[in-house]
């Protein structure tokens, strides 16, 4: 299994996860992204908000984890980011798997406190 960096820091930050073959193959994640993540440093001086692609990687690695495979992003569709997210807020992932094609294809849904940060559609491939 090849793993970057950048997966190593987001697995760190994974408190949980459930896999819920009854919601048609949803799995559920919990992120805390402590204030030294190394992708708050430079996004945003004196206001630190968790990147657009720090959450698709927490996306992609929830899913490949589930799947028991590495997967890589092939397509995003319209992603809708309507909050930020700071340093150690609790983040809940919900990703829907479904196959597609030669690939998966994963509806997801960020959200903080109840709050909807992120939501639309990827599409991942195995690595």
Request: charged letters at 15%; hydrophobic letters at 45%; aromatic letters at 6%.
């Amino acid at each position: 299994m090849v793993t970057t960096s950048l997966d190593q820091a987001v697995t760190h930050c994974l408190q949980g996860r459930t896999i819920d073959p009854g919601d048609g193959g949803a799995v559920h994640g919990e992120f805390v992204f402590p204030a030294d993540f190394p992708a708050f440093a430079g996004h945003f001086p004196d206001q630190p908000v968790l990147p657009a692609i720090v959450q698709l990687a927490a996306v992609r690695l929830l899913a490949g984890k589930a799947l028991g495979q590495d997967l890589v992003p092939v397509a995003a569709h319209r992603i809708k980011f309507r909050g930020m997210i700071r340093p150690n807020e609790p983040v809940a992932i919900v990703a829907q798997l479904q196959p597609h094609e030669a690939h998966w294809r994963v509806t997801l849904t960020l959200s903080r406190g109840g709050d909807t940060v992120a939501s639309r559609r990827i599409d991942l491939a195995l690595a």
